[in-house]
């Protein structure tokens, strides 16, 4: 069987760059290229991050390209400062990583979208652990690829938790509920994996100091990296002992659907003012016999974390 084509739509902050680790390690994956967002970060520095991270990573094969810089909706993206106080100012935990030696693409991250999904179909997972502006943006200029995608896997959204920005929004998807609605509601079919399930998937910094152990370049950086994004849990979240797996567990369920119970629901994404950004069941489309939507609301967290130690470690021994 042939390896899944993946493609990942990052704001590439500490969890982003696991996800690129995740999906250059999976042993049934063919990592084809990265797309830019906002949120982290912004899109210009989300480029860089991905650049720096595969050439840690010994990974200068997989291009990267730019997507859009903000939702539709505005003329402007700044990052929250929670979100630059989370990831660091750089996004990947203030760890000075070297300059990247290969720049973006010239081809716009929407237009690569487009052509990727002409040329590989079915076999494409398109996987947004970020706001969805550049999928929407995609489906709007070139609508048949919702018939020609495989898959996608976005990492976004909350059912049956709170949301982690206001009571009912999560963060990816309040960074843009209009684009999130459109995805939903196209026929095109999404894997939504939430806080409802990322929030059980903790790294702690036993896990990192295996990393660290390895005495290589890419183990101890990503150790450096990981460990800031822990200290920062163990300030706001204390009672978590961790760091939540958020959009590597994306990356996860993607190659091996098997880690995720999923319930099959057609979704909205509220744009209104008090509930912007809430995912929620659709009420006009109850009796609905295919949804379109997919959402975890249960994972194997033991056998996921042990998968994901098992292919970083073995990625980051081999890159020295």
Known sequence: MANKKLILDLDTGVDDAMAIAYAVAAPNADLVGIVSSYGNVVVEQAAKNSLKILELLGATDVPVY??????????????????????????????????????????????????????????????????????????????????LIGNVTLMGGALTVPGNV???????????????????????????????????TLLTKKETQQWR???????????????????????MYPELGGCSLHDPLAVGIACDPSFATTLDIDMVVNSDKEKYGRTIG???????????????????????LATFMEYLTTLFKNNK
């Open 66 to 147: 730019i997507g859009e810089s903000h939702s539709e909706m505005t003329d402007h993206f700044d990052v929250m400062p929670v979100s630059a106080h989370i990831h660091g100012k750089n996004g990947i935990g203030e760890v000075d990583l070297p300059e990247p030696q290969r720049k973006p693409e010239k081809e716009s991250g929407v237009d690569f979208f487009i052509e990727a999904a002409r040329k590989w179909g079915k076999d494409l997972t398109i996987i947004p652990t970020g706001p969805l502006t550049n999928l929407a943006a995609a489906l709007k200029k070139d609508p048949e690829i919702a018939d």
């Open 166 to 200: 206001t009571p009912f929004a999560e963060a990816n998807i309040q960074q843009d509920a209009e684009a999130a609605n459109y995805v939903f509601t196209n026929k095109l079919h999404d894997t939504m994996v939430g806080l409802d399930v990322t929030l059980r």
């Open 213 to 235: 152990d390895l005495g290589t370049a890419a183990g101890e950086k990503f150790a450096d990296i990981v460990d800031y994004y822990i200290n920062i849990y163990d300030e």
């Open 282 to 304: 659709d009420t006009a489309r109850l009796s609905d016999a295919n949804p379109s939507v997919s959402v975890a609301i249960q994972v194997e967290k033991d056998r996921y």
